[in-house]
C-alpha cells in the first residue's frame, strides 16, 4: 500500500464511528432535552431536569461520544432566522485546569465572541454569560472536562461550583439544558445538593468488562480489521484470553479499546501482513505505553498481575535520591 492509499485508509478508520450499546442511551437522553426545551418553549410545561452529567474514567470515550451525537442532532445546528442573522443553539467548551468560577463566566464569553472584563465581580460575570445566552438563542451548553471546575476537593468551593451551575439552570424565560461530561469527580457536583440532584440525569460510562462486551470487542475488530483494512483476524484475537488482555490494557476504557485496535491495525498494513496477529498489539501497547518486555500485558503469561498505571515505576524509582555515603578519609 503506497502512501496516499495509507493515508485515506487512515481518514476512513478514524472517521467511522463504532457505535456500541451505550450509544442508544446518550442518542436518546440528548433526544429528551430537545424535547424538553421544545416543551418549555412551546408548551409552558417541561422538566425542572435541564442538565445531564456524563460521567466516565479517561479513555471512556465520552467526549468521542458527545462530539458525534450532538452533530448529529438537527436542533443543535447553526441555523438563520427569520432576520437572515445565524443562530448557533449549541455551544461546547473545555473547562481550564485552573479554572475558578469567575474564570468560567469569562471563558464562556470569550466562546460567545464576547470581550469579559476581569475587574467585573463573579456576579456581574455571571448576569452578562446569562443575558448573552438568551440574546444569542443558545439553548444547550456542553461543557468538558467539567471536573476541573471543582480545583480544590472542600465543601466550599464544591458549594461554590454548585451554586454557579444552578446560576445558569435559571435564567428567566429561557430553559438553557446543560451537559457536563468529565471523570468521577464529577459526581462530586451531585452530592449533598439536592437542588441540583433533582435537576439533573446522569449517564455512567463504565470500564468495558471481558465478559459482558466481548462481542462488542469482537464486531469492532470485524469491522475495522477485516471490513476496513482486509484483513484476516488470526484465531487467537476471537478468544477470551486476547479480549481481557484487550481489555485491561485500556482499564476499561472502550474509547482506548478501540483506539488500540485502530493502531494495531494500521501497524499491520504498514507492514504488507495480511493478518491482524496479537504481535501487533504488544507492539503498539509498548509503544503507547513504555513498559519493559517483561510488563507487557500482550505478551506476558501473568497478565492480569500488571498495572497499566504502574508500568513506568521502575523509572521513577530509578530517579530518587540515592543515599550518600560516609567518605572515607
Given at each position: ?48 431536569q435541564?442538565?445531564?452529567f ?38 461546547s ?31 456581574q ?7 448573552q445566552?438568551?440574546?444569542?438563542g ?67 460510562y ?52 478501540v483506539e ?15 493478518a ?39 523509572l ?8 550518600k ?5
Amino acid at each position: 500500500m503506497n502512501t496516499d492509499e495509507l493515508k485515506e485508509l487512515k481518514r476512513h478508520i478514524y472517521g467511522t464511528y463504532l457505535e456500541s450499546p451505550r450509544d442508544r442511551k446518550l442518542r436518546n437522553m440528548l433526544q429528551g432535552m430537545v424535547d424538553n426545551v421544545d416543551d418549555h418553549l412551546n408548551g409552558g410545561g417541561g422538566s425542572r431536569q435541564t442538565a445531564l452529567f456524563v460521567i466516565g474514567e479517561s479513555g471512556s470515550g465520552k467526549s468521542h461520544s458527545l462530539k458525534h451525537h450532538c452533530g448529529r442532532i438537527e436542533e443543535f445546528q447553526p441555523r438563520e432566522n427569520e432576520f437572515g442573522e445565524t443562530i448557533t443553539p449549541f455551544l461546547s467548551i473545555e473547562a481550564s485546569s485552573s479554572s475558578t468560577m469567575k474564570g468560567f463566566a469569562i471563558t464562556l464569553l470569550s466562546a460567545m465572541g464576547l470581550p469579559a472584563n476581569s475587574k467585573q465581580t463573579e456576579t456581574q460575570l455571571f448576569s452578562a454569560v446569562k443575558t448573552q445566552l438568551k440574546a444569542r438563542g443558545i439553548l444547550y451548553l456542553h461543557v468538558d472536562e467539567a471536573q476541573h471546575l471543582i480545583r480544590h476537593d472542600s465543601q466550599k468551593v464544591i458549594t461554590e461550583v454548585q451554586d454557579g451551575l444552578k446560576s445558569l439552570m435559571q435564567i428567566p424565560d429561557w430553559p438553557l439544558h446543560t451537559i457536563f461530561s468529565g471523570v468521577p469527580d464529577l459526581a462530586k457536583l451531585l452530592t449533598n445538593d439536592l437542588q441540583l440532584a433533582n435537576r439533573s440525569k446522569v449517564i455512567r460510562y463504565v470500564e468495558q468488562s471481558p465478559t459482558d462486551d466481548q462481542q462488542f470487542i469482537n464486531d469492532a475488530m470485524t469491522k475495522i480489521a477485516e471490513q476496513m483494512c482486509g484483513l484476516k483476524i488470526a484465531d487467537e484475537l476471537r478468544e477470551a484470553d486476547f479480549v481481557g488482555r484487550l481489555c485491561h490494557s485500556a482499564q476499561g476504557g472502550l474509547g482506548k479499546i478501540v483506539e488500540t485496535i485502530r493502531a494495531a491495525c494500521i501497524l499491520t498494513v504498514k507492514n504488507d501482513r495480511t493478518a491482524l496477529e496479537n504481535r501487533a498489539f504488544a507492539f503498539v501497547y509498548q509503544e503507547s505505553s513504555g513498559c519493559l518486555p517483561e510488563h507487557n500485558i500482550f505478551s506476558a503469561a501473568r497478565w492480569s498481575e500488571i498495572s497499566p498505571e504502574h508500568v513506568l515505576a521502575d523509572l521513577s524509582a530509578s530517579t530518587e535520591p540515592k543515599k550518600k555515603g560516609r567518605t572515607k578519609k
